[in-house]
């Protein structure tokens, strides 16, 4: 059975989930602040939607992928889109901590709106693909009655438990197993999914060890995520940190080099324009040439 799906959030990892979709055979409405980005996206077949609320109106699931929850509930929690959410599958694609899904969930269920969860475990290249892993969690009916969705998004499609913050947990703890502990996830669950993402991460690192050998770390067509869009990710895990009273020694030193990219300008350069401020001293000139 083919869906009429909403997509709120349309850069590189919200045009990569409306693409596997449109492949899928979905009708696909797109909605995002600089409609410039869904441009592409229409002219595969994508509807464009001048509000929010426009986009959600006839849609039986809307995906959310934005850049931080705060992002997500500046747009969602608007009368007029509550209203159009109203009965419907909301799936939060946004990067994000345990505790902030769990909110988000609770918020949806205030509302009348159903709710799933979800973390993707890798970036826009692996969507729609047999390999592609998304994790999601909240009630498992939710997720059976539209498994064509997820698994149109990628073949791995998994349901990871009812407790709405297990998949964010997960993908905390891939960057840090003491997070499995803390969160009470079983260790085999963790290992499976540990297995799934390991293609994921081999391709990363050999991506930035290339693009720092050649000196490419500016952001351009072959880039995976911005660096913006990696320290948006990586600060759930922050919030994680802080929430479970977990030593932040560790994240805060990859927070100061996050922000030091961030203040230079690279929001918008690859991942391993980071490798510029890791040298001693750090690489001015070509920190001035990223910017």
């Known amino acids: 059975m083919k869906h009429v799906v909403a997509i709120i959030g349309t850069g590189r990892m919200g045009s990569a989930l409306a693409t596997a979709l449109l492949n899928g055979g979905h009708q696909v409405r797109v909605w995002n602040r600089s409609p410039s980005k869904y441009a592409d996206l229409v002219r595969l077949g994508a509807q464009p939607s001048a509000t929010v609320a426009e986009a959600v109106a006839d849609a039986d699931v809307v995906i959310v992928n934005v850049s931080d929850y705060a992002a997500s509930s500046q747009v969602l929690d608007v009368a007029e ?92 703890a891939l960057l840090g197993s003491i997070v499995v502990d803390v969160e009470g996830i079983p260790p085999d669950l963790f290992t499976t999914f540990f297995a799934a993402f390991k293609p994921v991460v081999d391709d990363a690192v050999i991506d930035v060890a290339t693009r720092v050998r050649d000196g490419r770390l500016k952001g351009d067509e072959a880039t995976l995520a911005s660096l913006d869009a990696h320290y948006s990710a990586f600060k759930q895990l922050l919030e994680l940190t802080r929430e479970r009273g977990l030593d932040p020694t560790l994240p805060d030193a990859f927070d100061q080099l996050f922000r030091r990219a961030m203040h230079a300008g690279l929001a918008q350069a690859d991942f391993a324009a980071l490798s510029a401020f890791l040298r001693r001293p750090i690489e001015a000139h070509r920190v001035g040439e990223l910017a």
């Open 81 to 172: 889109v509550r209203t159009a959410l109203a009965s419907k599958l909301l799936v939060q694609l946004t990067s994000g901590s345990p505790r902030q899904a769990r909110d988000s969930a609770a918020w949806a269920t205030e509302h009348g709106i159903r709710y799933l969860d979800g973390a993707i475990m890798g970036t826009p290249n692996y969507i729609g693909k047999p390999e592609g892993t998304i994790l999601y969690a909240g009630p498992e009916k939710e997720f059976n009655d539209y498994h064509n969705i997820f698994l149109a998004l990628g073949g791995n499609a998994r349901h990871v438990g009812t407790d709405v913050g297990h998949a964010s947990a997960l993908d905390c």
